[in-house]
C-alpha cells in the first residue's frame, strides 16, 4: 500500500533555515501537501505542490519535489521559536500522512 | 466561510459504551475523510468517501468501527463498543480537487 515517511525530530537555532523531508511511494500522487500541528491543536495547511511542478516558494516556503525519487522537502528560511511544531507531508490521491517531523527551534 | 466541523469537540466515555462521532464537510468539496491521531500510531487514515460512497475503508481498525456519510454535509463514525485503546483524537477532512482542509477533531476518552 501507499506510503509517507519521514524523520521524527528536526531541532535548529533561531533564523536558521529549517529543512524537513519526506519520501512517499505512490507515484500517481496528484498533489503533495505540507501540514503543520501546534500542540493539542487541529492540522493547518502549509502549502501544496502539483506533481507536475519541481518547486513552489511562498514566502518563507519552498517546497521541492523530486517525482523521480518521490522526495519531497519543506524549507523554512529564518526559522522563528513560532515555527516549532510537527510538520506532515501528505500526498492526494487518498490523503495519505507521514509520520510527523517534530520541529524544535532553539533561541 | 466555515471550515470543516466536528462535534463533539471532547467526549469521554465508558467501556462498551457506543459513541458517534459527527463531521460536517466544507460546503462544495465532495471528498471527506476520517483519521485518527495517537502518539503510539501517528495520523491513520481510517476512511475515506468520495461523492458520499465509500472507497476505502482498509483503514479501518475492527469491525467495531463503522462510517457512513447519508448526504454530501454531513459524516459519523461510530464505535461500537468502544474499548479503551480506541481513545485518540479523530480527525475528520474535507477536499475538492487541491483543497483540503480538517476539522478540529474529537479529542475522545474511554474509560
Known amino acids: 500500500g501507499e506510503d509517507v515517511e519521514q524523520s521524527l525530530f528536526l531541532s535548529v537555532r533561531e533564523g536558521d533555515s529549517s529543512v524537513i523531508n519526506c519520501t512517499y511511494t505512490d507515484s500517481s500522487s496528484t498533489y503533495l501537501y505540507w501540514y503543520k500541528q501546534e500542540p493539542g491543536a487541529g492540522l493547518q495547511l502549509l502549502t501544496y505542490?502539483?506533481?507536475?511542478?519541481d518547486m513552489k516558494q511562498d514566502q518563507r516556503l519552498t517546497v521541492l519535489l523530486n517525482k523521480k525519487d518521490k522526495h519531497l522537502s519543506l524549507r523554512i528560511a529564518d526559522t522563528q521559536t513560532g515555527d516549532s511544531a510537527i510538520y506532515f507531508c501528505?500526498?492526494?490521491?487518498?490523503?495519505?500522512f507521514g509520520t510527523g517531523t517534530r520541529l524544535q527551534v532553539f533561541p | 466561510d466555515a471550515g470543516v466541523i466536528q462535534s463533539p469537540r471532547h467526549e469521554v466515555t465508558e467501556m462498551g459504551q457506543e459513541v458517534t462521532l459527527r463531521c460536517k464537510p466544507i460546503?462544495?468539496?465532495?471528498?471527506l475523510f476520517w483519521y485518527r491521531q495517537t502518539m503510539m500510531r501517528g495520523l491513520e487514515l481510517l476512511i475515506y468517501f468520495n461523492n458520499n460512497v465509500p472507497i476505502d475503508d482498509s483503514g479501518m481498525p475492527e469491525d467495531r468501527f463503522s462510517a457512513k456519510m447519508p448526504n454530501a454535509s454531513f459524516s459519523t463514525l461510530k464505535i461500537q463498543p468502544s474499548e479503551p485503546r480506541d481513545s485518540a483524537v479523530y480527525f475528520c477532512?474535507?477536499?475538492?480537487?487541491?483543497?483540503?482542509?480538517f476539522g478540529p477533531g474529537t479529542r475522545l476518552t474511554v474509560l
Open positions: 460546503s462544495g468539496h465532495n471528498s
Open positions: 505542490i502539483f506533481s507536475n511542478m
Open positions: 501528505a500526498e492526494y490521491d487518498k490523503l495519505i
Open positions: 477532512a474535507s477536499s475538492f480537487g487541491q483543497v483540503a482542509g
